[in-house]
Structures are given as C-alpha cells and as structure tokens.
C-alpha cells in the first residue's frame, strides 16, 4: 500500500513555544490530507482537511490561527501547532487517501502516518 | 455520514477467533463499511472493506448481512500482536470529501 510519513514522532517543547509537523505521501500525490488529534484511551478526532494550494478547511472548534496548516505541493502538508499549552499535549495523526485508480464512488481506504506525540511542558 | 456502534472492549486467548460486530441502522445506499486497526502509539491501519455480503483477505473476514444495518469483522486465530483498537467506519468516501469519521472503536486485548 502507499506510504504516509510523519514528522516528528515525539517532541518536547516549551509552553509557549511553537511546533511544526510534516506530513509526507512518499509514493503518490496526496491533493488532500487530514489532521487528526488523539487524547489517551480516546478516538481519532478530525482536526482539518488540508487542499494543496488552497486554504485548509478546518471543523468546528478547531482554531485556525493556533493550528497552521500549509499544503504547499502535492506530497506535503504541515502542521504548526502555535503558542502551545500543556492542553496541546497530544497525539497528532496525519492521513492521506490515494485516489489513483480508485473506482468511482468506491470509499477511498486512507494511509495514515505513524504520528507525532508532542507533550508540552 | 452513518453513526456506527461497537463493543467498547473485548477480550479473547491467543488461537481464538474473535468476531467484533458494529451497528450501522442508517446505513446509506452508497456507504462502504471499512475497519481500521490501531496499535498504541501509532496511526491506523486499513484492514478491510466491504459493500454487501462477506470479504476475505489474508487478515481477515468481513461478514455483512443483506439489510447492511450492521457488519462483522472476524479475526481468525488471534495472537497477542492482534491487541489493539479497531475501528469500524461506514461513509461513502468520495461523497464526504474522503473524509473518515472515527467512533470509539472496541479495544481487542488478547491473553496468553
């Protein structure tokens, strides 16, 4: 199957302090992405859906300014995560569908990457 | 997008076969029924995906009945590497944007 790469998996920073994710597709374009965060012992939750070249469109309760997201070319997208707080403290998952042959209107299976734990002190 | 309802926990013993069955009553004519796998600490994975009737593939079975309202994934002979959280979604991918909505998934913990 395709490969979605994350990057960082765990990170360390400052309350305060800003952090940057990056989600890679290695093997195919990736037009759309999604942000995921998940606390202990609970489900995925979606943050935003990421367009390349366009702005990323984000679900309610989600802060845009303190979420950055930027998908700048077909196998890239990014996550800032700014002025964190300890509340930020999370596990971060990326996820990309590869639409490349798939038959029309069939549920696209999604690649997800490995993750990215950030805690912040 | 269909809500979909799962045993929050199971448990089994190593050799066993386990069955997770998810609800799904307002399934929709387009919706597929997808399963994904989570171990700790890392992203999910696609296990298997189907429309009507039964799927096999070298992981597992998934056995969907004629009104579609609900879906079992049945994992043959389980070993402890099989403990994780597995998620069963239902939706029509290109309808939603591709976009998956993740319930609460049923934590497989399996015993020596």
């Known amino acids: 199957g395709a490969v979605v790469s994350q990057h960082p998996s765990w990170v360390i920073c400052k309350s305060g302090t800003s952090v940057k994710i990056e989600c890679r597709s290695l093997d195919f374009q990736a037009t759309t992405m999604f942000w995921y965060r998940q606390f202990p012992k609970q489900s995925l939750m979606l943050m935003a859906t990421?367009?390349?070249?366009?702005?990323?469109?984000?679900e309610q309760g989600v802060e845009k300014d303190k979420f950055l997201i930027n998908h700048a070319s077909l196998t890239l997208s990014t996550l800032t995560v700014t002025s964190a707080h300890p509340e930020d403290s999370s596990f971060y998952i990326c996820?990309?569908?590869?639409?490349?042959?798939?038959?029309?209107?069939?549920?696209?299976?999604?690649?997800f990457g490995q993750g990215t734990r950030l805690t912040v002190v | 997008l269909a809500k979909t309802t799962q045993p929050i926990s199971m448990d089994s013993y190593e050799g066993q076969e386990v069955n997770i069955t998810c609800s799904h009553n307002?399934?929709?004519?387009?919706?597929?029924i997808t399963w994904y796998q989570q171990f700790p600490s890392q992203g999910p994975r696609f296990i298997i995906q189907g429309y009507k009737t039964k799927v096999t593939n070298e992981v597992a079975s998934l056995f969907i009945p004629a009104d579609r309202k609900s879906s079992t994934l049945s994992l043959p002979r389980v070993s402890l590497s099989d403990t994780a959280v597995y998620y069963c979604l239902v939706g029509d991918g290109q309808a939603a944007g591709n976009k998956l909505t993740f319930g609460g998934g049923t934590r497989v913990l399996v015993k020596p």
């Open positions: 996820s990309a569908p590869d639409l490349q042959g798939k038959i029309l209107h069939k549920n696209t299976e999604a690649f």
């Open positions: 990421s367009n390349e070249g366009s702005k990323a469109t984000y």
């Open positions: 307002n399934i929709a004519t387009n919706d597929y």
